[in-house]
């Protein structure tokens, strides 16, 4: 049975860092791209970060650029999202996915068909 279980969230402070963690079990992380999505109260799931499978590859959304970085660590089956300079605009419930290939329309969270966390909140207060 495939889990992914997301970590890492809590209530910061405007300028705050995080790093989230989505720990995999039932499969093997370095065998599958992985993407973080973050939704909003009353707003869609937005596009936020994403790593191909071979590692080399990653990928932001425009308002995360230069402030977050996703990673994965092969040995612990754990993808990572490190967001530095949080802004309130940053709130939101963070999930995590993964796909064994980067699909087709992966700016949007419906493309991710496979597997999905059950997201971790963040908070940004000003």
Do not use: H
Not at 72 to 87: F, G, I, P, S
């Amino acid at each position: 049975q495939v889990r992914l279980v997301e970590s890492g969230g809590e209530s910061v402070q405007f300028g705050s860092s995080l790093r989230l963690s989505c720990a995999a079990s039932g499969l093997t992380v370095s065998r599958f791209s992985q993407g973080w999505f973050r939704q909003a109260p009353g707003k869609t799931r937005e596009f936020v970060a994403a790593i191909t499978r071979s590692g080399k590859l990653t990928y932001y959304g425009d308002s995360v650029k230069g402030r977050f970085t996703i990673s994965r660590d092969d040995a612990e089956n754990t993808v990572y999202l490190q967001m530095n300079n949080l802004k309130p605009e940053d709130t939101g419930v963070y999930y995590c996915t993964t796909s064994p290939v980067l699909p087709g329309g992966w700016l949007q969270a419906d493309a991710w068909k496979d597997y999905w966390g059950q997201g971790t909140q963040v908070v940004v207060s000003s």
